[in-house]
């Protein structure tokens, strides 16, 4: 019978063959351990020489990591391993041999294992990193899916830039001027309006020139966007989507969050509501820190929303910040018009901003007004314009960047390790 490692459980006391790579081997005189991995999960083969027969135990003791095999064996439950199970090797059929694989269980340098990332993507770690990418991605589609909100695609060739033009990826549409996607926003606006509660999950790009561990060149954003949703009903939903994701990693994800020995803790915890504070609270905050520098109308650097972030075991919401900062579609405070009604959500542990959103300016004369004073060009907007002149209702969205929150529920340092393929600024490889 061919199963996969996630079956095992269903065949105790039974022989199975499973299609398998060789992750790893400890051996002796009389036994051999085998660690074999299938995509699926993580098992360990033992062949015990007295048992398995002299012409087996060769086969096994000659084995090269990451050859790939057809594992017949009895599947044993076992307590001592996390994963609760241990095959007891009967036969082994080798597909094909590795030979000198790059990627030994020595210590490598980040450079060699980004060079390698298409082999490195086999490592257990990488590998829980992906499972808990895809489980994000699966409760993303549940949560929106569950509330009425229905998928809908933005392209991703655009003719205009709702993030600001200094980061746009330019290329060439036939005989017309083109730009890779910054946000699918603008688009959503429109899906909102035939829709009227609507989310994207696509590629998104930013020829930003930072170096940080919090930055990629293309990252991947979930983007919902409501018809007559202010910023209050906003924020309620963000903090029910976030909580939503990490509680479904908690239940699903147990063993991928062990193996990156994340403290599940701090995860427990992260339950709607969120605190919230001003961008005026949020400065004075900084200037009792001893950051000093800061002042009111400047941008948070990561060192300035780390110390905010500390303060909270929750991620924390900071809002209205000066109009001055933010793009031109973000709805001023009708009490306080040099502030916008807009929210940035922290996240804890230094994980920096995963989300950004705001209510959208609805009325037709302010929207051109700002259009103008950004320097934009009226003739992309014109459609943009047209959802305001059309039956125009207050409508509020967000964008939740899908690899911070990745690093940030997993514990792991980089962004790097969170897409399967980082494009960073020095790399288009692999
Ligand atoms: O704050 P941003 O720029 O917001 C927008 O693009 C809005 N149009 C979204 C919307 O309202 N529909 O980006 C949203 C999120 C950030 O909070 C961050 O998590 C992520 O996208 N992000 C990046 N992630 C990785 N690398 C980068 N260079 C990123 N830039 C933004
Ligand atoms: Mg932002």
Redesign the pocket.
Known sequence: MKITIAEVSQFVGQEVTIGAWLANKRSSGKIAFLQLRDGTGFIQGVVVKSEAGEELFKTAKALTQESSLYVTGIVQEDNRSPFGFELNVTGLEVIAEAVDYPITPKEHGTEFLMDHRHLWLRSRRQHAVMKIRNEIIRSTYEFFNERGFVKVDPPILTGSA??GTSELFHTQYFDEDAYLS????LY?EAAAMALGKVFSFGP?F?A?K?KTR????E?W?I?P?MAFYNFEDNLKVQEEYVAHIVQSVLKNCRLELERLGRDTSKLEQIKAPFPRITYDEAIEFLHKKGFNDIQWGDDFGAPHETAIAESYDKPVFITHYPTSLK?FYMQPDLNREEVVLCA??IAPEGYG??????ERIHDLDLLSERIKEHELDPEAYKWYLELRKYGSVPHS?????L???VAWISGVEH?RETIPFPRLLNRLYP
Not at 182 to 185: C, E, H, N
């Open positions: 709702p993030e910054q946000s699918g926003q959503m998104t930013r930003e930072s919090r930055h990629l060149i990252f954003m983007e966007e793009p940035d959500l901003e995963i989300i950004g959103g705001s969205g967000f964008g939740l960047g690899e911070r929150t962004v």
